[in-house]
C-alpha cells in the first residue's frame, strides 16, 4: 500500500491544554527541524493562555495554526479534528505528538524517513528493551503490561500500541471514517493502530527515548485504563464478526 513518495508537507499535530509552559520552546524547535514541517495546535480552552500565546506566534509564523476548542474535550477527538484538517489542506502526512517534550522533536526526521515507504509509523518505548525516563516502576509496569494485554487481545504484533508520537499517511486516513471514532485516551491509539493494521497498511516501530514531563500538570486517569481495557475487546469481536470493516472502513 505505501506509494514511496517523499513526503513534500508535514502537519505536526499538538494538542494542548495548560501547556504554556513548553509550547515557547516547542514551537521553536519543531519549527527548526525541517522546513516541510507546520504546526496544528489543538488548544482546549487551556485557562493558562496558552491559546493566545499561539495565536501571538501565528501573527509572524505562517507555519503555525491553531484549532481553538472551548473546554477540554479530550486527546481522540482533538486528534480526528487535526486530521481532518490536515486531509483538507492536502498535507502528506500527519504526526501525533505531545506538547510536554515527552516526545523528543528531534526524531521527526526519522519519522518523514520512515513514512515514505510506510503508512504509519509508531514511536516505540519499547521495541529494544524499556527507553522510557523518569516514570515511577507503577506506571511503567502498567503501560509495558497494557502493551502484552493488547498485542495478546488484539493479535497486532507491536510493541508499543500506546505510544503518541506517531506518523501517518494521510491517504490512509482518507480510508478511515473517523466520526465513528470514540476513545480518547490510550485507546485512541489502539483503535488507530487497529485499524490501519485491518486494512492490510504497513506499520513501522521505530525506537524512540520516552521523557516523562518536566513541567505542567499530568492528566492520566482511571477512566483512560477501563477504556483501553474494554476496547480491545471490541475491535477484536468486531473483526471476527465482520463488522470492523462495515463501521469504520466505508470505501
Ligand atoms: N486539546 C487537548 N489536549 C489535551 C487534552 N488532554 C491532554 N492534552 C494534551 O495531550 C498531550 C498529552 O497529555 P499528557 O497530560 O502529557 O498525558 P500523558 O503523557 O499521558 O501524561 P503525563 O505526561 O504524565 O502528564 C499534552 O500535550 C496535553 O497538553 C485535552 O483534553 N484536549
Ligand atoms: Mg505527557
Not at 501547556?19 to 524547535?29: A, G, K, R
Not at 486517569?221 to 472502513?249: C, D, P, T
Amino acid at each position: 500500500m505505501p506509494n514511496h513518495a517523499v513526503p513534500q508537507r508535514a502537519l505536526v499535530i499538538i494538542p494542548t491544554y495548560n501547556e504554556i509552559e513548553n509550547v515557547p520552546t516547542l514551537v521553536h524547535q519543531v519549527l527548526g527541524i525541517d522546513p516541510r514541517v507546520h504546526i496544528l495546535f489543538v488548544d482546549d480552552g487551556s485557562p493558562d493562555g496558552t491559546g493566545d500565546y499561539i495565536r501571538s506566534v501565528m501573527e509572524t509564523e505562517p507555519r503555525v495554526q491553531l484549532l481553538q476548542r472551548p473546554r477540554k474535550m479530550g486527546l481522540g477527538t482533538a486528534y480526528c479534528r487535526g486530521f481532518e484538517h490536515a486531509m483538507a489542506q492536502g498535507y502528506d502526512v500527519a504526526m501525533e505528538m505531545d506538547a510536554d517534550f515527552s516526545h523528543n522533536p528531534a526524531m521527526i526526521p526519522q519519522f518523514l524517513k520512515e513514512i515514505e515507504d510506510a503508512d504509519l509509523v509508531i514511536g516505540s518505548r519499547y521495541v529494544r528493551g524499556v527507553n522510557v525516563i523518569n516514570w515511577p516502576m507503577s506506571r511503567l509496569l502498567l503501560s509495558y503490561f497494557a502493551n502484552v494485554y493488547s498485542r495478546f487481545v488484539t493479535g497486532m504484533p507491536l510493541h508499543d500500541g500506546t505510544g503518541g508520537y506517531k506518523c501517518f499517511r494521510t491517504d490512509v486516513l482518507r480510508k478511515i471514517d473517523l466520526s465513528q471514532i470514540r476513545s480518547n485516551g490510550y485507546s485512541f491509539q489502539i483503535e488507530m493502530n487497529f485499524l490501519v493494521w485491518s486494512m492490510g497498511g504497513v506499520i513501522r516501530e521505530i525506537p524512540i527515548v520516552f521523557e516523562e514531563r518536566h513541567n505542567g500538570v499530568s492528566k492520566m486517569s482511571k477512566n483512560i485504563i477501563y477504556e483501553a481495557a474494554g476496547l480491545v475487546w471490541k475491535l477484536r469481536f468486531s473483526k471476527m464478526f465482520g463488522r470492523l470493516k462495515k463501521r469504520y472502513l466505508p470505501a
